[in-house]
């Protein structure tokens, strides 16, 4: 008796045809809507980013469900995790903001610096040297 492999190739045709759009998922959807909605001094979110990460550094992003807003599926948080110059003050640093889905509002929820937990005040501080040294000025 002959086996026939047309329906394992089926499954396999169409498993690759619909995995670009399986792979789109609500965060990716979150992501964009946070890199181009949050204004920074009339710059994107992810310009604005990027320009802090410099010549050398990275920027990654990453949306979750926060276990405090489990029961709300509108709010979730947008965390930005960024790689500096080696050489910089500021090697890195890492943001979280709580964004609401359905009216698309952004609240910043918690700042690190270097790896440590910092207020909000001494993170715009931090800012700001961010901001020149990726121009070059040194301070």
Same mark, same amino acid.
């Given at each position: ?5 047309? &329906? ?6 169409? #498993?690759?045809?619909?995995? &670009?759009?399986?792979? !789109? %998922?609500? %965060?990716? #959807?979150?992501?964009? %809507?946070?890199? $181009? ?5 009339? +710059?994107?979110?992810? =310009?604005?980013?990027? =320009?802090?990460?410099?010549? $050398? ?8 469900? &926060? ?5 709300? &599926?509108?709010? +979730? ?18 943001? =979280?903001? *709580?964004? /609401?889905?359905?009216?698309? /509002?952004?609240?910043? @929820?918690? !700042? ?5 937990? +910092?207020?909000? *005040?001494?993170? @715009? ?5 961010? *901001?020149? $040294? #990726? ?5």
């Amino acid at each position: 008796m002959r086996k026939t492999f047309l &329906p394992g190739l089926i499954v396999i045709a169409v #498993s690759l045809i619909w995995m &670009p759009f399986a792979s !789109c %998922t609500d %965060t990716d #959807s979150d992501i964009r %809507t946070f890199k $181009e909605k949050m204004q920074f001094q009339g +710059v994107s979110g992810g =310009q604005y980013f990027d =320009q802090l990460a410099g010549v $050398e550094g990275k920027v990654e992003y990453k949306a979750f469900h &926060p276990d405090k807003y489990k029961d709300n &599926p509108d709010i +979730v948080c947008i965390e930005v995790d960024v790689v500096r110059s080696p050489n910089s003050r500021y090697k890195n640093f890492k943001v =979280q903001y *709580l964004m /609401n889905r359905r009216m698309q /509002n952004m609240e910043l @929820g918690y !700042c690190e610096l270097n790896g440590k937990p +910092v207020p909000l *005040l001494e993170f @715009g501080i931090a800012l700001s040297g961010m *901001l020149l $040294e #990726s121009t070059g000025m040194k301070f």
